[in-house]
């Protein structure tokens, strides 16, 4: 096994879209599973948040007239559906994988709890926590980062299309620099966007480090998990 015994994954919904900024793309679903089960297969434990960009934003949604709260709640309907694709992708691939929810909806997923979702990774299933925090205004990042302090995740790592945190936007300022590691407290007085504040703190507070990664480069996450390269940013506390 590699540096970290249990992870939580976080992983956008726009990025199952491949580009194309909503539908989930089969292509997109066949490469996660890839990279998911190169350190599964090792004998990682993983956890998985996505997000549900691709199919419906609660904030976005607000803007064109959507109450919030109703908009939240679509968007936590949205996780979930990304979240049973990715389940079913797994088991096509012959992995173990469950779907627990921060909002009940029987017969598609459990309603999540901490003991449970554990009970599943120690049984050796991926495991995918879908519906948010189960309360409106919170974002996936911060759900995310509640999944990960439950589970008692060693890390948690976030796949964005960027290969880690830089000084600027990396695709809009060519004098970016990347950092290979940075504080929390150095990443909050930069105002670095690399997750939201709550969500930041959470993970701050629990004392679970964040690696920001390439999720589109093949290898990766096994790379960063069991062969230990610094293939991203960590982010954590001095």
Known sequence: MGLYKRILLKLSGESLSAGTGHGIDAGVLERYVSEINSVHSKGVQVGVVLGG?????????????????QGDYMGMLATVINSLAL????????????????????????????HRAIEYLEKGYVVIISGGTGNPFFTTDS??????????ADVLLKGTRVDGVYTADPEKDPTATKF??????????????IMDLTAFTLCMENNIPIIVFDINKDGNLKEIIIEGKPNGTIVKNS
């Open 53 to 69: 960009g691709n199919i419906f934003r609660g904030v976005s949604g607000s803007q064109k007239g959507f109450d919030r709260v």
């Open 87 to 114: 389940q079913s992708a797994l088991e096509n691939a012959g992995i173990k994988s469950a779907v627990l929810s921060g909002i009940a909806i029987d017969p598609l997923c459990e309603r999540v709890s901490r």
């Open 143 to 152: 759900a995310a980062a509640l999944r990960a302090v439950e589970i008692k």
């Open 180 to 193: 290979s590691e940075i504080t929390f407290d150095m990443a909050y007085e930069k105002n670095l966007k």
